[in-house]
C-alpha cells in the first residue's frame, strides 16, 4: 500500500491590522516559520510503518505479521488447518470493520464465535451450503467469506468481486485439493501428515527444512506461503479470543 506525504502548509504573511475573530472558529493561532527538513537529515528519521491489514500473528523475529485481507480485486486465501484458526483470522478481520460470511455444513460450530463478534451487532452470517448470495463488498465495506466445507469443497456459487476476499478451510488435502491451492493468492498450512508437506511441496515449491517442519508444528503455529515468499507464524488469541474460541488448536 502506497503512503502519500502531503507538504506542509504555507504560513500566512505577517499583517498589521489587529487579529479579526472569525465566528465559529475562535482567534487566529499565532504565525510560525514552516518546519523544513534538509535532506541529509532524512536518514535520522524512523517511523514505525507496514502494511496495513489484519494481525495475525508474529514471525521468528517477534515481530508483527500482517495479512492484507482487502483489496480492490478478487483475493483468495487457502488455510489447510483447523477451525480455530479460521475463526481467529474471521474475528480479526470483524474487528477491523468487515463483514464475515460464512459458508458452512457445521453452522453449530460457528454459532458461539457469530455471536461474540460485533458486541451484538450483526457483523457474522452464517449460511447454509449453497446458500451464499451476493455480499455487497465495497472499499467501505469489505467482506470475508469463509467457507468450511471440508475437504471437498465444490466450487463456490458466488461471483468474484472487488473488496471480497474468500478463505477456503481445507482440514486436510481431499483429491481436488491442487485445483483449490492453484486458485489461491496465500496459502496458510498447519501441521500435516508427511505425505501431505510432499504433496504441498510440489504444489507451492516448498524448501527441503519447510517440508520437514510441517509435521511438527505446534497448535498455533502457521506457515504462510505465496508464490514468492514463505513465512512462519505464531498466533495466540488475546483474552476475548481466548473466552470465546478457546486455546490453540490443529484439530476440531
Keep these: 500500500m502506497a503512503y502519500q506525504t502531503y507538504p506542509g502548509q504555507t504560513a500566512p504573511e505577517p499583517t498589521a491590522r489587529a487579529p479579526r ?116 463488498a465495497s472499499v467501505a465495506s469489505p467482506v470475508l467469506v469463509v467457507r468450511d466445507l471440508g475437504a471437498r469443497p465444490p466450487r463456490s456459487r458466488l461471483s468474484a468481486a472487488p473488496w471480497q476476499t474468500t478463505l477456503t478451510l481445507l482440514p486436510y488435502l481431499g483429491p481436488n485439493a491442487s485445483r483449490v491451492l492453484n486458485a489461491a493468492d496465500l496459502v496458510g498450512i498447519q501441521r500435516v501428515s508427511p505425505q501431505e508437506a510432499e504433496i504441498l511441496a510440489r504444489l507451492l515449491s516448498l524448501g527441503d527444512q519447510e517440508v520437514a517442519a510441517l509435521p511438527t508444528l505446534g497448535d498455533n503455529i502457521t506457515l504462510w506461503a505465496t508464490r514468492m515468499r514463505r513465512q512462519f507464524v505464531m498466533t495466540n488469541p488475546v483474552e476475548a479470543e481466548g473466552q470465546v474460541l478457546g486455546g490453540p488448536r490443529r484439530m476440531d
Design 21 to 136: 475573530v472569525r465566528p465559529g472558529f475562535g482567534l487566529r493561532g499565532p504565525r510560525r516559520e514552516r518546519h523544513v527538513l534538509a535532506v541529509e537529515d532524512l536518514a535520522a528519521l524512523a517511523f514505525p510503518v507496514g502494511d496495513d491489514g489484519v494481525l495475525i500473528g508474529v514471525d521468528p523475529q517477534q515481530q508483527p505479521a500482517v495479512i492484507g485481507l482487502f483489496r480492490p480485486n478478487q483475493y483468495e486465501l487457502v488455510l489447510v488447518g483447523g477451525m480455530w484458526m479460521a475463526q481467529v483470522i474471521a474475528l480479526r478481520a470483524a474487528a477491523t470493520g468487515a463483514r464475515v460470511a460464512v459458508e458452512t455444513a457445521r453452522p453449530q460450530a460457528w454459532s458461539p464465535m457469530a455471536q461474540a463478534a460485533g458486541g451484538g451487532q450483526p457483523c457474522v452470517t452464517i449460511h447454509q451450503v449453497g446458500r451464499l448470495g451476493a455480499q455487497g
